[in-house]
């Protein structure tokens, strides 16, 4: 049986989806976003998504809600001190952030902004994070101790790994095996961090260097923490990699349910099983996702979707990116958005949840506090990069800024956010979401706050030293839960007992993987519902999964929501 939610889409594609129905959280059926009630299966086990095309043909209207609670806002929030290109919150909220532009003695600036306050102190000295080594256009991620972890660099430091502990200032750094700038990493379930790809000469990724397979570093290396001792470098990706060249940085590293990762760079996708410590052996490739390569520069996005117990099924959502091999400035972007079953072995497919309500190159994709995916800024033409064609860049009061230099490769800037229901394979639709003033294009930055409001930041081709805030509509759709109390440690595979206010009952809790970020890429990103134990009305027991393979160390914000599916503001956990 296979209930539910037939969505017809007019226009030239007919495309019916549905999803299942399945979705249990302990007894207690689940909403969706937009309110319609999913009834539990009796008698099966839980499971979350079906996705079952009809007909793939192209081209018409996606299928789309209107959000509840209004169309959200944004406010202005204030000066973050630095072009915010990498950004992680961190173990009390704030954001740790990092640029390297020319900013006089901020030229490796560092800063850490809080959002409560809206405000900004510069972080350490002039070195900041980077302890002195640029750390530009690396990629990074967060441990459960509130450090900071970053791979790769720039130019002369591009083989440069640092550790930065936020609570302590603790800085330290070491050289890697060898050059990354624009790698993946992603945190093993036993807290070594593996960094994958990436360039041995920065600046050296596109279509332009496609003659020159000597920048490649088709390798990966894995990090131990505790030792902090890099192993050298393995090439059982290469593979993949070298065939994806030069499409292929900063490619989608995700973990799987069996330990294992799927990584995904250009359009290929291959599934990879650990065969020991630091080492991985192929088993399989994925189809390839449809349409053009969608790695750096023609950036799309991805997004595991929500994972719901026993959780031995993982979703990847894959969004937009260019809709042309070899994008160049005006290409226009791609509307299509695809779903893989990871979990489902060599079979699995790509099945089409597009078209998006707007084309999008470079967005940046989160789990929302609803379990939700909004995806944010980016443009509708063009490819990430600079170019060095001045032009004007639009704002979405209308007023513009005159870039001379370094300017934007990606043109007519998205201002409007779109959210994704995974329940539903719905979109928001186009206009009923609140739009931004500032546009956010290369070198910008979202996270979700703990507030689960969302903060973008950056964008260098304005020279962007501020945020902007955005307050989904879920805020407004009922009085917001409370969490009074709960752990700043929890351990995996126990329960949790968190004391709460509520005028609505409250049904569901999430965790949601803290944001470590850069150029849309979101390292590390995941979010688990959570089997409610019990619920006494004022408090909740919520059962930590103890499969570390889909709770990797490191810091979570956990959430409960009303019967509205409105999210309390959140509580964050370091799950080490
Ligand atoms: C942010 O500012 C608020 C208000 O002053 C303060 O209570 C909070 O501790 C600050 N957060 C951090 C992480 O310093």
Known sequence: MRPSLASLLLGVALLIFSASAERRIGAQALNTANGDELQPRRGSRKQLLEWEPVSTADGGPGDTFVPQGGEGSWESGGDTG???IHACVMSKGDVVGWSARNMGLQEYGSAVYNATTRSYKQLLDECGVHDCKNSFCGAQTTTAKSEVLIFGGHADHINWFRSYDHGTGGLWSTQMTSG????GVATLPDGKVIVVGGVADSGKAGYHVEDDRSVDNPSYEVYDPIARKFTGDNWEMSEQLAAAFPIHTYPHVLLTPDGGLAVSAGKLMVKYAR?????FA???DYPSRPG??????QTGVGALLPMLPPYDQLFF??????????????????DAAEIIELTEGPEASWTSVGPMPYPRVMGDALVLCDGTIGIFGGAQEGLAGWSKVARNVDYGDG?????????SKAEVEVFEPT???PATGQWSEKGTLATMLRPRLYHSVAVLLPDCTVMMAGSDVTNDKTAEIFSPPYLNKGPQPVIVEAPTVVTAGTEVTVPYMSPDPVQRAILIRNAAVTHSMAFDARALWLEVVSNTGCELSVAIPGNRNVLPPGMYMLVILSDKDVPSPAQIVSIP
């Open 399 to 407: 007023t513009s800024w005159y870039c001379e230099e370094k300017c």
């Open 317 to 334: 959502l894959a969004a937009g990116g260019t809709s042309q091999d070899r994008a160049k400035v005006g290409t226009p972007a791609s």
């Open 419 to 421: 959210i994704f229901d």
């Open 275 to 279: 065969t020991g410590p630091t080492t």
């Open 180 to 183: 990354r700038w624009y790698p």
């Open 82 to 84: 630095i072009i915010m």
């Open 292 to 297: 053009a390569p969608w790695s750096y520069p």
């Open 282 to 284: 192929k088993t399989y």
